[in-house]
């Protein structure tokens, strides 16, 4: 295996977590949590894991491109 130059970061991180989808409407909250099960030998710090959070709105649509 070759050597990455300095500038570059590998990232061979594999995150595994639980998350929870509600839905209101047209509303939605989307929540993750994910930690580190496996985290490459390499000479940059581990992976600490990730909180994602977001929240979609759905527009009312009349016309589909697929049906």
Do not use: C
Not at 26 to 46: E, I, K, M
Request: hydrophobic fraction near 35%; charge should be positive; aromatic fraction near 12%.
């Amino acid at each position: 295996m070759k050597k990455a130059p300095d500038w570059e970061h590998d990232m061979n991180n594999a995150l595994l977590g639980p998350g929870l989808d509600i839905y209101y409407k047209n509303l939605s909250l989307n929540t993750r949590v994910q930690f580190p099960v496996y985290t490459a030998d390499t000479d940059h710090p581990a992976s600490a894991g990730r909180l994602v959070l977001a929240v979609g709105y759905n527009f009312k649509q009349s016309r589909y491109l697929l049906k």
